[in-house]
């Protein structure tokens, strides 16, 4: 799936040029369906999966995205897919999941380049595929892939890979599993389209294109990554603690740069 994403993520983007174009009308349907998904059948999701997001957004370089699944009848989540149809990276995000998940909560923030339909789609541990859509209006201005980065390159570098890890309060959790975290990674996630006004040049490409997640030996989450990502990503996700005392966290960007931290995260509760 990473070479398929990469690969959607620059031919669109050097296509489209990051300028907001009048939305694709069944572009899923027409296109990407097949692309992403082949043959394989996506069912209707209400009742497994939900997704939340802003009809307007305040800030389409950031459109935070809330994705809660839940299966009940012995199955797991093995998956999660983000499109986001109009944007030059359809494929937004992909996360997989490590076993026995059968409830699974997730936030993440991408920029939105026009108005689109956006669609999460769960993947369950038979293969079966369960997909929820939404339309989020583009509220004007600048499309957000080819906006320039609101962090000066200077400290940009400085504080490239520094990770964040923090506890969500229970209240806030949209999961019922023991843990909900806040992953925070600095890195400005260039999508190569944005044109720098001093030296007339687009900023090379640079972004996040793996993350992978493991509680001691276990593995928790990993996520292929996009242009769609925000600057300076953040993720929330949930957990079953194991008992494991540390959560190693590993970034690894298009230029092979490779950044790892480990957390604390406490005895089994």
């Known amino acids: 799936m990473t070479s398929r994403i ?23 349907e027409d296109v990407l369906r097949s ?11 209400r009742g497994i999966v939900s997704i939340k997001v802003p009809y307007r957004p305040d800030d389409i370089r950031a459109v935070p995205f809330e994705v809660d699944a839940k299966l009940t ?15 030059p990276s359809p494929v937004a995000a992909a996360f997989k999941f490590g076993p026995g998940r059968d ?20 993947e369950a541990s038979d293969g079966s595929l369960y997909m929820v859509s939404q339309l989020i209006k583009f509220p004007g201005g600048q499309a957000a892939c ?15 890979g520094k990770m964040k890890l923090a506890d969500v309060p229970a209240s806030v959790a949209a999961s019922s599993v023991n843990q909900r975290v806040r992953f925070e990674l600095s890195h400005p996630n260039h999508t190569g389209m944005v ?58 960007d298009t230029d092979n740069q490779i950044f790892t931290h ?8």
């Open 103 to 122: 409830h699974v909560g997730l936030g993440i923030k991408f920029r939105l380049n026009q108005q689109s339909d956006v669609r999460a789609v769960v």
């Open 35 to 45: 692309e992403i998904f082949g043959q394989r059948p996506l069912l209707d999701g």
């Open 6 to 28: 990469l690969r959607l993520s620059l031919v669109s983007a050097l296509l489209a040029l990051c300028v907001a174009a009048p939305a694709r009308a069944g572009v899923f």
């Open 195 to 252: 044109l720098d006004q001093i030296t007339l040049l687009y900023t090379p490409l640079k972004m996040v294109k793996e993350l992978t997640v493991r509680q001691g030996d276990e593995p928790v989450l990993s996520i292929e990554g996009s242009i769609a990502l925000n600057e300076n990503p953040v993720i929330e996700f949930d957990f079953r603690r194991n008992g494991a005392p540390q959560m190693t966290i590993s970034a690894t």
């Open 73 to 87: 009848d012995g199955r797991t989540v093995k998956a999660v897919t983000f499109v986001i149809d109009n944007n």
């Open 262 to 269: 480990a957390f604390p995260v406490g005895p089994n509760s």
């Open 146 to 160: 080819s906006a320039p980065p609101s962090t000066p390159p200077e400290i940009a570098a400085a504080n490239m």
